[in-house]
């Protein structure tokens, strides 16, 4: 069965840095797109940044272009966020979730979200 | 401030049908396909509709989507208890070289 697994969230100071993991298993990882989407506490669902099945093409929100970068090892089936200069408003469940098979601009599989929390 | 606007709060009593707007523009739902999400207390979103009116595997045929132009909705029939939980559209905008965008959440409350 499809599992997205993220790892690598806790408590980090503003301006600092941090590195989030994506596990995926049950499915041909290299042949998917996959999303990072982060929910602050109480908020609403926000999308961060999408890479290509290939690393090829990179998209990013807005708020975290230049900061945040998103990458993939295949041969891993690994999913990455680096995320740098963080800010308190950057505090959020951050997930990753696997382009849909008929429908690429779905995200049809979620991990369960790691949370991030930047805080002096 | 989201891209996509829908109404903050919808509710219905059970067996009652309900419908959830989703508001955009020409950028997004008017030149690509819609999602729909649930998302349970403590959970992760599911997705719930995808290619704007098909439902995955799993998905009850109480829940259909439809579009017009640049709006779209949901519809909850038959609506049951367990349908209480936060609702998002989604869909991708061509804007600003591509971007994914979601609507702000809509909490629906089973009376």
């Known amino acids: 069965q499809v599992q997205l697994v993220e790892s690598g969230g806790g408590v980090v100071q503003p301006g600092r840095s941090l590195r989030l993991y994506c596990a995926a298993s049950g499915f041909t990882f290299s042949s998917y797109g996959i999303h990072w989407v982060r929910q602050a506490p109480g908020k609403g669902l926000e999308w961060v940044a999408l890479i290509s099945y290939d690393g090829s093409n990179k998209y990013y929100a807005d708020s975290v272009k230049g900061r945040f970068t998103i990458s993939r090892d295949n041969s891993k089936n690994t999913l990455y966020l680096q995320m740098n200069s963080l800010r308190a408003e950057d505090t959020a469940v951050y997930y990753c979730a696997k382009e849909g098979l008929y429908d690429s601009s779905a995200l049809d599989y979620w991990g369960q979200g790691t949370l991030v929390t930047v805080s002096s | 401030q989201s891209v996509l606007t829908q109404p903050p709060s919808a509710s219905g009593t059970p067996g009652q049908r309900v419908t959830i707007s989703c508001s955009g523009s020409?950028?997004?739902?008017?030149?690509?396909?819609v999602n729909w999400y649930q998302q349970l207390p403590g959970t992760a979103p599911k997705l719930l509709i995808y290619?704007?009116?098909q439902r995955p595997s799993g998905v009850p045929d109480r829940f259909s989507g439809s579009k017009s132009g640049t709006s779209a909705s949901l519809a909850i029939s038959g609506l049951q208890s367990e349908d209480e939980a936060d609702y998002y559209c989604?869909?991708?905008?061509?804007?600003?070289?591509?971007?994914?965008?979601f609507g702000g959440g809509t909490k629906l409350t089973v009376l």
């Open positions: 989604a869909a991708w905008d061509d804007s600003l070289n591509g971007r994914k965008v």
């Open positions: 290619s704007t009116n």
């Open positions: 020409t950028s997004n739902i008017g030149s690509n396909t």
